[in-house]
Nanobody, 125 residues
Framework: QVDLVESGGGLAQAGGSLRLSCKASGSIFNRNGMGWFRQAPGKEREFVAHISANGRSTSYADSVKGRFTISRDNTETTLFLQLNSLKPEDTAVYFC??????????????????WGQGTQVTVSS
């Protein structure tokens, strides 16, 4: 079983930065890609970023490309998301997830089997 706990969310002003962490337990972490998703009030959960198991390949949603950076520390079994140049539209609950289904694209919710509880990011203008 895999346990994922996000932290680092909070309040930031537009143009500011936050750094999210996702601490994982379970041996599956180091052998799987990881993703960040976010869900704003009244909206569907949407893809934010993905990183391969070895950390060498990353992908981003167009809305965050150039502003957010996903990374991982496999020794510490921790996933990170650096959020820079924040915009009010980045306000959402951010979730980390473990990719398990390789028949689904990395930017689809169905590709991930394990999810954290989420951490709130609020960006004021």
């Amino acid at each position: 079983q895999v346990d994922l706990v996000e932290s680092g969310g909070g309040l930031a002003q537009a143009g500011g930065s936050l750094r999210l962490s996702c601490k994982a337990s379970g041996s599956i972490f180091n052998r799987n890609g990881m993703g960040w998703f976010r869900q704003a009030p009244g909206k569907e959960r949407e893809f934010v970023a993905h990183i391969s198991a070895n950390g060498r390949s990353t992908s981003y949603a167009d809305s965050v490309k150039g502003r957010f950076t996903i990374s991982r520390d496999n020794t510490e079994t921790t996933l990170f998301l650096q959020l820079n140049s924040l915009k009010p539209e980045d306000t959402a609950v951010y979730f980390c997830a473990v990719r398990r289904n390789f028949y689904a694209n990395y930017n689809e919710r169905g590709a991930y089997d394990y999810w954290g509880q989420g951490t709130q990011v609020t960006v004021s203008s």
